[in-house]
């Protein structure tokens, strides 16, 4: 597996992070931060599950080219 783009990586981890943060110093409630962090995660797996389909999309996550 390999970062094909590494923009959106860094914004689903400073997102993560801060979230995680935030729940950590009791900022958000829990469950607001759970929800949170549930839909960054989704966006990021949805993106992988949709490029290993076919489908037209920047995943964060993806295949490695042939040659690397």
């Given at each position: 597996?390999?970062?094909?783009?590494?923009?959106?990586?860094?914004?689903?981890?400073?997102?993560?992070?801060?979230?995680?943060?935030l729940m950590a110093?009791?900022?958000?409630?829990?469950?607001?931060?759970?929800?949170?962090?549930?839909?960054?995660?989704?966006?990021?797996?949805g993106n992988g599950?949709?490029?290993?389909?076919?489908?037209?999309?920047?995943?964060?996550?993806?295949?490695?080219?042939d040659g690397e």
């Amino acid at each position: 597996m390999k970062i094909t783009n590494p923009p959106k990586a860094l914004i689903a981890l400073v997102a993560l992070v801060c979230l995680t943060l935030l729940m950590a110093l009791n900022s958000i409630e829990e469950a607001t931060g759970t929800g949170l962090i549930g839909s960054i995660l989704g966006y990021a797996i949805g993106n992988g599950i949709a490029a290993r389909q076919g489908q037209p999309v920047s995943p964060i996550i993806g295949r490695r080219p042939d040659g690397e």
